[in-house]
């Protein structure tokens, strides 16, 4: 009889237990960002900005994130490294939906993913502006003039970008064919090791992060940047459009992604992170002090920027695919 008392105490006192655990509120221990480049970049920046104020969202119980890099083929091991975990919220992918839709675009029927169906945007916080940028010592102060010394020289343009299927990427090819001008695309692991290579002068010019020239602006300088209009961050700096080329008018909004699936607690606390560390005046500055803008857009919104951005990207990836 006391055999069988102390079987159903146990019994009891596992299920409870279980109960517990399965109530647990998320997150239980850090979560894991990835980041599809090299250190230095905008992305990086960013996610490590945002990484270090995980813990003060009230929704994250106190639990820290981490980045973890993991650089090739423009950002795409790193989402499949998310699409290998388990979809439970504790590894997660920051990116630009521009780049991060160039890239699957780019793969054509090879996709390795379909972003709408295999992830799932829980929110962004800031976004990524690109610009054309070359050495200081090249004689031309405008894009115009960089326009017109590229089509005397006759010679072929090389530059270099974040990744071969970037959005940086996309918007240098957009740019050299609209001109007729030719060129040669040098891809690197981030744009970090994009902006080395120009103040090297390995590469004539880089299509990459407005931020990126932040520190370095004896040896780059930015010409035009992308966008309906002026990147908040860098005002004086013209846009394409202003400077007469039409079609490069779109941005990437920097958002966190989790794997299809992730309960709804996860999107719910992840999301309300989001929000709390847009508002931070520490994230802000942060931001700021690296000429990258804060701000949040709910995950309703950043699915809906995605979906247009797929049929803005669309027809141009396929005709620079091509074209090649």
Not at 142 to 169: D, L, P, R
Not at 232 to 246: H, I, N, R, S, V
């Amino acid at each position: 009889m006391k055999f069988a008392k102390n079987i159903a105490t146990t019994v009891a006192a596992t299920a409870m237990l279980m109960s517990t655990a399965a109530l647990a509120d998320y997150p239980e221990k850090p979560v894991k960002i990835m980041v599809g480049f090299s250190a230095g970049g905008g992305t990086d920046t960013t996610a490590r900005g945002f990484a270090s104020y995980m813990h003060e969202a009230p929704s994250m119980n106190g639990l820290p994130a981490y980045i973890v890099n993991l650089p090739g083929a423009s950002g795409q091991k790193a989402a499949k490294a998310v699409l290998d975990e388990d979809a439970d919220g504790y590894t997660l992918y920051m990116i630009n939906i521009g780049t991060f839709i160039a890239g699957e675009l780019a793969k054509g029927d090879d996709r390795p993913y379909h972003i709408p169906e295999d992830f799932v945007n829980l929110g962004c916080a800031s976004q990524l502006v690109t610009s054309l940028q070359i050495h200081t010592s090249n004689a031309a102060t405008t894009m115009e003039e960089f326009i017109a010394n590229a089509k005397a020289s006759g010679k072929e343009v090389t530059w270099g970008t974040s990744g071969a299927a970037t959005m940086h990427a996309t918007i240098g090819h957009i740019f050299f064919d609209t001109h007729g001008i030719a060129h040669k695309k040098v891809p690197f692991k981030g744009g970090s090791k994009a902006r080395a290579a120009l103040v090297s002068q390995s590469v004539e010019a880089v299509f990459g992060g407005v931020n990126t020239v932040v520190g370095f602006e004896n040896d780059i300088r930015a010409l035009a940047s992308a966008g309906a209009e002026r990147d908040p961050m860098a005002p004086d700096l013209a846009t394409f459009k202003e400077q007469g080329t039409d079609g490069i008018d779109f941005t990437g909004l920097m958002c966190l992604f989790g794997a299809a699936g992730v309960p709804d607690e996860v999107k719910e606390d992840v999301g309300a992170a989001i929000a709390h560390i847009a508002d931070l005046k520490g994230y802000q500055k942060y931001m700021s002090k690296n000429d990258l803008a804060s701000f949040y857009t709910d995950s309703a919104a950043a699915t809906a920027a995605q979906d247009t951005m797929f049929k803005v990207m669309g027809p141009v990836v396929k005709e620079i695919i091509a074209n090649q």
